[in-house]
Nanobody, 119 residues
Framework: VQLQASGGGLVQPGGSLRLSCVASGDIFAIDVVGWYRQAPGKQRELVANTTYSSGRTNYKPSVEGRFTISRNIAGNTVYLQMNRLSPEDTAVYYC?????????????WGQGTLVTVSS
């Protein structure tokens, strides 16, 4: 599985950005796909994920209601719509996929995309 992330950038507090992650390769094996982030000096943390087939979602509490994860199965793409951004959301965001246990529950990462929230 290969993951290509895009959509980061500089945005003012209160603004919005949409991240995209295009998956390729063994798409059929993907169970869960989502986004993690890592701020300077901090550990990487889960932001949101979704089961690829059913679309069941899970959010970090501090982003729930502001961020929305969605997927376009036909386009093999997962999105993270981020609204009401604050400086605390500044981080490198990574797309992540995990395959089903049938396929070994392997983890895959895309390259990071930097989100900077600043006035």
């Amino acid at each position: 599985v290969q993951l290509q992330a895009s959509g980061g950038g500089l945005v003012q507090p209160g603004g919005s950005l949409r991240l995209s992650c295009v998956a390729s390769g063994d798409i059929f094996a993907i169970d869960v796909v989502g986004w993690y982030r890592q701020a300077p000096g901090k550990q990487r943390e889960l932001v949101a994920n979704t089961t690829y087939s059913s679309g069941r979602t899970n959010y970090k509490p501090s982003v729930e209601g502001r961020f929305t994860i969605s997927r376009n199965i036909a386009g093999n793409t997962v999105y993270l719509q981020m609204n009401r951004l604050s400086p605390e959301d500044t981080a490198v965001y990574y797309c992540h996929a995990q395959t089903s246990w049938i396929w070994g529950a392997k983890n895959y990462w895309g390259q990071g995309t930097l989100v900077t929230v600043s006035s």
